[in-house]
């Protein structure tokens, strides 16, 4: 498992537009075969601050992920809105094991 955490912070006036923008994606994610979740959060003291947390199955599944279209969609979208660059980095599963990433399938999984 390769574990992606992107922090995101956008424009005050864009936080809806972007939440609806990466729901959009998210679901589309989680429908990958090489996505084992793809979870979105939003900071509760600083709502313009988000996070997406990505679950891949493989180290190859990322550059995947990032040539579907919902993703170039989501990016070329998104872009605009953010107040900085978005930051990401990459870590190892250490726990729960890797099937405990796994998404419920009835969350899409």
Do not use: C
């Not at 947390?53 to 990032?66: D, F, N, Q, W």
């Not at 919902?70 to 250490?94: C, G, K």
Request: glycine letters at 4%; hydrophobic letters at 45%; proline letters at 6%.
């Amino acid at each position: 498992m390769l574990i992606v955490v992107v922090e995101v912070h956008v424009k005050a006036e864009a936080v809806a537009a972007f939440r609806e923008a990466t729901l959009a994606n998210a679901r589309a994610s989680v429908q990958e075969p090489g996505v084992a979740r793809f979870d979105f959060i939003q900071r509760k003291d600083d709502p313009t601050r988000f996070a997406l947390i990505e679950v891949y199955r493989t180290a190859e599944a990322p550059a995947a992920h990032k040539q579907t279209q919902h993703y170039l969609t989501w990016r070329d979208t998104v872009a605009p809105m953010m107040a900085s660059p978005r930051v990401s980095h990459q870590y190892e599963n250490l726990a729960p094991a890797d099937q405990g990433w796994e998404m419920p399938a009835s969350l899409g999984g």
